[in-house]
């Protein structure tokens, strides 16, 4: 049995404790989500059983050759090319951290190669059936539920906020006078996006007839609630869109991420600058935004060829 999959047995005490040192760093000087620092450290700790596996206990003796060894057989177990670019990325920054620390002399993740990602386009609504699916969210908004998840479906599409954004809203974030919303991204980093008359007349519904009859005291200033009171969790969320996404006739099967994906194709369709999508997003990189702008090509192919006769 290899060391990736015998997670039981106790690490190395130098692996042990780097990785705590490491998730330190990821936690307090780099700011990371508990969500990100997760899936880093996993991802790390996983290299370093494989590590282990071949007789190594230092840092210092991790070498090229374990790392590859290691992607290789987290190949050979079927992982997609984007867990293995994703766990590559998590063990360069792991040996960075480690040479810049002292821990190693040499930066061996420098050169591990990550499979390329094949570019997978995001599935998304069309505008039609984006109007559908929040026609029906309106229609189904006869009790504090149904207009608190009308009001995050509109919010979602009218933003193309993340999930983690939408539930960290709270009540003083929306600005009905400006048309805004207060966002804390990734990285704790703030923008302000705007959000159209429909969302805020939603969020009014919502806040006026809705949020009270949940309201306690574990509810704080979050904007979205629970049905028990507390700050809605993404999982609620996520069942919420999914649920009233199957709802509409072909549409995709899409959760919170496809309505952002939808939210910003719309946008660009009807003419939005790629930067101004960009700021409205929180992309770090115009890079990450261009993908909607293969998305809008796709589309556009797709009609010509269903709707131009020498197609």
């Given amino acids: 049995m290899t060391a990736s999959a015998s997670g039981d047995e106790a690490l190395p005490e130098a692996f042990s404790q780097a990785l705590a040192r490491f998730e330190e760093h990821l ?15 996993t991802d ?12 190594t206990s230092e840092v210092a003796d991790i070498r090229l050759l374990d790392l590859r060894g290691w992607l290789a057989d987290q190949e050979r177990r079927g992982l ?6 994703r766990r590559a990325s998590s063990v360069r920054t792991f040996t960075e951290w480690a040479a810049n620390r002292g821990l190693s002399d040499t930066d061996a993740g420098s050169r591990l190669a990550s499979p390329k ?42 933003s193309g906020i993340r999930v983690s954004e939408l539930v960290g809203l709270d009540i003083d974030d929306v600005d009905e006078r400006r048309r805004t ?25 919502w ?4 949020r009270p009859s949940l309201a306690g005291e574990s509810s704080g200033h979050a ?16 069942e919420v869109v999914h649920r009233f996404v199957r709802e509409v006739p072909g549409a995709p099967d899409i959760g919170p991420h496809g309505l952002r994906h939808s939210a910003a194709t719309h946008v660009l369709e009807g003419g939005a600058d790629l930067r101004a999508v960009q700021e409205i997003l929180g992309h770090a990189s115009l890079a990450t935004t261009q993908v909607y702008t293969h998305v809008s090509v796709e589309r556009l192919r797709t009609t010509f060829e269903q709707a131009h006769p020498r197609a």
């Fill in 181 to 205: 919303m207060r966002v804390i991204g990734k990285g704790d980093k703030e923008r302000v996006v705007p959000i159209g008359a429909p969302a805020l007349r939603a969020i009014d519904r």
């Fill in 27 to 41: 936690a307090g000087e780099r700011g990371r989500s508990a969500h990100t620092v997760r899936a880093y450290v």
């Fill in 80 to 85: 997609s090319r984007a867990t293995l670019a």
């Fill in 117 to 158: 990602r094949g570019r997978r386009l995001p599935s998304v609504l069309t505008a039609d059936q984006a109007t559908q699916l929040l026609d029906l969210a309106e229609l189904m908004a006869d009790d504090p539920l149904g207009l608190r998840d009308a009001a995050m479906l509109e919010v979602l599409y009218a």
């Fill in 223 to 238: 904007l979205f609630l629970g049905a028990r009171g507390h700050r809605i969790d993404p999982r609620a969320v996520r």
């Fill in 207 to 210: 806040r006026e007839h809705g």
């Fill in 44 to 55: 790390v700790e996983g290299m370093l059983r494989f590590a282990a596996s071949r007789g």
